[in-house]
């Protein structure tokens, strides 16, 4: 089973992420924990490379190419041999987070569903946990960090991300669960543990 949480930055998929992880362990499972861009040798290079501030020149194409190659290492060297062994892959942002800030963020439209449909190679989540909450509150959050190339965006550039999130939800109802992301962290955690339970007995 192949998970992925998206969101805005500060919504809390890092901290949902790590509580999903321990109760599936607790209950036996095997899990693998990996996150975008990044989670290969390579894929940790491009991360670098896409959120370095200094690399203020970089095209909106060269950037949707990048994050599409580290997505396709990182399909290839670890989250397909994971799924084929039987494990549970959780993977912090994925494919929609490329639809949400490049195809609408960066206006590029399409282009970003079709290069990332070669990236992937059919390697779809079966889920998909949306954390939901008003980019303000999650920037609230996040407080004084430093920001990486992708936060300096302005507010515009942030509101047609969230625009790109609400058209995801629209359109793939069936895999892309939305939580709202404004409660309590231990009230969110228990609505993803209540829907991953219930699609592993599916599967
Ligand atoms: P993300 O990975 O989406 O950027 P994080 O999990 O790192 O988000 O959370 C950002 C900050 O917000 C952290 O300091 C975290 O402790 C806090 N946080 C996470 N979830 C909540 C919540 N439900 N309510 C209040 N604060 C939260
Ligand atoms: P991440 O480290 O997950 O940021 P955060 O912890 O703040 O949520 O992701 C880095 C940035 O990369 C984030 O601002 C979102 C952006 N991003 C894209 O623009 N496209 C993508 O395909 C991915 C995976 C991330």
């Known amino acids: 089973m192949f998970i992925t949480f ?3 930055d500060g919504s809390g998929k890092s901290t949902q992420i790590t509580k999903l992880q321990n109760t599936l362990r607790k209950k036996g499972y095997d899990v693998l924990l990996t996150r975008e861009p990044g989670g290969t040798l390579i894929s940790e290079k491009i991360r670098q490379l896409i959120l370095d501030k200094n690399n203020r ?4 194409v060269a ?3 990048l994050y599409a190659a580290a997505r396709a290492q990182l ?4 989250i397909r041999p994971a799924l084929e062994e039987g494990r549970i892959v959780i993977c912090d942002r994925f494919l929609d987070s490329s639809i949400a800030y490049q195809g ?3 206006q590029l439209g399409d282009a970003v569903n079709v290069i990332n449909g070669f990236a992937i190679d059919g390697c779809m989540p079966d889920l998909t946990i949306f954390l939901k909450l008003d980019p303000e509150a999650g920037r609230g959050r996040i407080g004084s960090r430093e920001k990486d190339r992708i936060e300096m965006e302005p507010d515009a550039f942030h509101r047609r991300v969230a625009e790109g999130y609400r058209w995801l939800e629209e359109h793939y109802p069936e895999r892309i669960l939305a939580v709202d ?5 231990e009230k969110i955690a228990a609505t993803i543990e209540k829907a991953v339970m219930e699609r592993i007995h599916a599967l």
Do not use: T
Not at 75 to 78: F, H, R
């Open 181 to 185: 992301a404004s409660g309590s962290i």
């Open 6 to 8: 998206e969101g805005g």
């Open 57 to 60: 020149e970089m095209m909106p």
């Open 75 to 78: 399909v290839s060297q670890v």
């Open 104 to 106: 609408f963020g960066r």
């Open 63 to 65: 950037e949707a190419l």
